[in-house]
């Protein structure tokens, strides 16, 4: 059983119990909001969630690897920052909006 | 001291990652997201990942968070946004689904027992001559995954350039633009 009595030492538990909160909200997040900006900020939390997960296994393993495939996450994560901001420019030029609701449709 | 400092931040990841998703203006969401990744950033710090707490501040709530800002900005988002209201059970329905995704995560997080197995495969995480395991990191990142790594770059300058090109005005052609502005130029000046 997860004890949750006030600990002497922090185990990989109490990370990855953090981690899949973390997780939940950027979820809960994703399906609540309209707005497009925020709904990417979700999908940021959830990013984070994910590398707290391999950092705290590479530390409980004391392996490198997760720490490496960190990084490989954030590039990933950039990427896809730099291009979906892109898309939600391109959206507000021709809708004026960047509410979800407003592209519903794969019609331009 | 380790506990008190994990639970600091762990109080800040939540209270900024529930902000996020509270907050009505957008620039306060980005600011909520900034808490966030600070307090992640300090806890990879307590795990023996300086060098990814760096990455972090660095390429997080440096550059991503400003984008979101400019972008946030740019398109004056906080003034045209309408009351966002939609089906009134979609919130609750939402609420239910990520009760339950949390309550599996959980399930698969108890007793921890995926911690076992072979250990250090690819190199330790620290020593007394390399604290902050920078070399480790990256010799494992440049012998182990290094087509990941050509690949991700690859993946950037993709990125790059479609961004480029979608943030673009379409449109209007640069040709044309810088035409235009040379004739009214010409103009000004006559």
Redesign the interface.
Do not use: W
């Given at each position: 059983m997860?004890a949750l009595s006030?600990?002497?030492?922090?185990?990989?538990?109490?990370?990855?119990?953090?981690a899949?909160?973390?997780?939940?909200?950027?979820?809960?997040?994703l399906?609540?909001?309209?707005?497009t900006?925020?709904m990417?900020?979700?999908i940021?939390?959830m990013l984070?969630a994910a590398?707290?997960t391999f950092?705290?296994?590479?530390?409980?393993?004391?392996?490198?690897?997760g720490?490496?495939i960190?990084?490989?996450t954030?590039?990933?994560?950039?990427?896809?920052?730099?291009?979906g901001?892109?898309?939600?420019?391109?959206i507000?030029?021709r809708r004026?909006?960047?509410?979800a609701?407003d592209v519903d449709l794969l019609k331009g | 001291m380790e506990a008190v400092v994990f639970f600091v931040c762990a109080a800040a990841v939540i209270a900024g990652a529930l902000g996020v998703i509270v907050g009505r203006n957008p620039v306060h969401s980005a600011l909520f997201l900034l808490l966030t990744l600070v307090s992640i950033a300090v806890l990879y710090l307590q795990q023996h990942a300086a060098l990814v707490a760096a990455i972090q501040i660095v390429v997080y709530a440096s550059a991503i968070v400003v984008l979101f800002l400019f972008v946030i900005t740019l398109l004056g988002v906080d003034k045209r946004e309408v009351h966002d209201d939609g089906h009134p059970l979609q919130r609750v329905a939402a609420i239910v689904v990520g009760v339950l995704a949390l309550s599996g995560i959980l399930v698969l997080v108890h007793g921890n027992r995926w911690v076992t197995g072979l250990h250090s495969t690819r190199g330790v995480l620290g020593n007394a001559d390399d604290p902050g395991n920078v070399k480790t990191l990256a010799t494992s990142l440049f012998t182990d995954f290094v087509w990941a790594f050509e690949i991700t770059a690859v993946l950037l300058v993709i990125a790059v350039v479609g961004s480029v090109v979608l943030a673009r005005r379409s449109g209007h052609r640069p040709q044309v633009e810088s035409a235009e502005d040379e004739s009214q130029d010409e103009r000004m000046s006559v």
């Open positions: 997860i006030y600990p002497d030492h922090i185990t990989a538990t109490y990370y990855l119990i953090l899949a909160i973390l997780f939940t909200i950027g979820a809960v997040g399906l609540v909001r309209k707005n900006l925020v990417f900020m979700c940021e939390l984070n590398n707290l950092v705290s296994y590479a530390n409980a393993m004391n392996d490198i690897s720490q490496v960190v990084f490989f954030l590039v990933v994560a950039a990427a896809e920052v730099a291009v901001l892109a898309i939600i420019i391109a507000f030029r004026q909006s960047v509410s609701d | -």
